[in-house]
């Protein structure tokens, strides 16, 4: 479903498209004209926030009308293979083709989700809680990465319903890493400990602004990048590991029994067995 094209101030029509919740937004760029697409390129919009190509989280065909500024009315579909794959066909005469890269397979770069796990080695050893939510992150984040990467058997009208138990998976693993995120914060605030020793490289002798043996609490108004990296890419909301596990084994095999799917195979067994008991 297409909203009412708009040409922005630079002249370059833009489409924002509702793919039900599997993309949050979709911005189609429209330079001048069919011929010009390739140009004008696709933009892809999480919130306000425009992602690169190879940085989305896609999964499935999403089709749209729009209209170009000459008015000239366009059907086209956005499809994701099993490769992770993404085309934008159009519905035309020439059935016009254009490859726009690989589709990421989280909601976040993997990257980011290392370095939040970096992040918090500190306060994974100060409290259980927290450790054990950081190990069920790693296990949801394999397991979809697992997902996007086995070989899945669905027919292309079936595939929509697995991309929508993936993407459930994916907004409960956010809304899980928040909750370690309030943890942490709450642990910091109260917990009297130790401080986390800076690399070895950057301690001179006459520094006297770090004291290794400090015992103040590690609050972390005091540690800025942490607080910032980690709660920038985080959405304010909260659940529970036990709701999170709930969700996943609810969720995905609802939507495998409507798409008639009898199994997927996964290549890395990296999923816990509470997720499918």
């Not at 059935?95 to 909601?107: D, E, I, M, V």
């Not at 984040?141 to 009208?157: G, K, P, R, T, Y």
């Not at 595939?159 to 642990?187: G, N």
Request: glycine letters at 6%; hydrophobic letters at 40%; one cysteine or more.
């Amino acid at each position: 479903m297409c909203s009412t094209g708009i040409e922005d101030a630079c002249g370059q029509f833009v489409v924002l498209c509702e793919a039900g919740s599997l993309l949050p937004h979709i911005a189609a760029g429209w330079a001048r004209g069919v011929g010009d697409w390739a140009a004008g390129g696709l933009k892809i919009f999480e919130g306000c926030r425009p992602l690169a190509v190879d940085n989305l989280l896609v999964g499935t065909a999403a089709p749209g009308r729009m209209s170009s500024p000459e008015h000239v009315p366009l059907d086209f579909t956005l499809t994701v293979n099993e490769r992770r794959e993404i085309f934008l066909d159009f519905n035309d005469d020439f059935a016009t083709q254009h490859y726009l890269g690989l589709a990421r397979c989280t909601p976040q770069d993997h990257d980011e989700i290392r370095h939040m796990q970096q992040m918090g080695y500190f306060f994974r050893e100060q409290d259980e809680e927290i450790r054990a939510m950081f190990e069920q992150i790693r296990l949801c984040d394999e397991m979809v990465q697992s997902f996007h990467d086995s070989a899945i058997i669905l027919n292309e009208d079936d595939a929509p319903d697995l991309f929508q138990a993936i993407l459930y998976i994916e907004e409960d693993l956010e809304e899980l890493k928040y909750l370690c995120v309030e943890r942490i914060h709450a642990v910091s605030q109260s917990t009297p400990s130790r401080s986390p020793s800076p690399p070895s490289s950057t301690l001179s002798s006459s520094d006297d602004s770090y004291t290794a043996e400090s015992d103040s609490s590690p609050v972390l108004d005091d540690i800025p990048s942490m607080h910032g990296d980690v709660t920038d890419y985080i959405h304010h909301r909260a659940t529970t590991s036990s709701l999170l596990a709930s969700v996943v084994h609810s969720e995905l095999s609802t939507s495998l029994a409507q798409a008639g799917c009898d199994f997927i195979l996964l290549e890395h067994n990296v999923v816990d067995a509470q997720f499918f008991e």
